[in-house]
């Protein structure tokens, strides 16, 4: 088993940024992707961007490309989503997963959420 734990989530203006984190425990291994997702109310959950186990492969969703970068310090088991020029459409409560799929086709483990607020 794996623990994802976000962190870094908060109200933000429109133009303004934050940064996300998310801490693995457990049976982690650097062999897994890590990225994020987001769900806005009444949508479906989607994917924001992803990061492969030797941090070489990115992945970025259209909506969020050269606004957002993902890293990850595998010394440190975590990932992390740096959001830039963020819009109100950015908000949604973001997760953290991982799986040995890349980029994320399947999800083996979820964290519990981090809620972002872009206001306008």
């Known amino acids: 088993q794996v623990q994802l734990v976000e962190s870094g989530g908060g109200l933000v203006q429109a133009g303004g940024s934050l940064r996300l984190s998310c801490a693995a425990s457990?049976?982690?291994?650097?062999?897994?992707?890590m990225g994020w997702f987001r769900q806005a109310p009444g949508k479906e959950r989607e994917i924001v961007a992803a990061i492969g186990w030797n941090v070489l492969g990115t992945y970025y969703a259209d909506a969020v490309k050269g606004r957002f970068t993902i890293s990850r310090d595998n010394t440190k088991n975590t990932a992390y989503l740096q959001m830039n020029s963020l819009k109100p459409q950015d908000s949604a409560v973001y997760y953290c997963?991982?799986?040995?799929?890349?980029?994320?086709?399947?999800?083996?483990?979820w964290g519990q959420g981090t809620q972002v607020t872009v206001s306008s």
């Open positions: 457990g049976r982690t291994s650097s062999n897994y992707a």
């Open positions: 997963a991982a799986d040995l799929t890349f980029p994320l086709q399947r999800v083996a483990y």
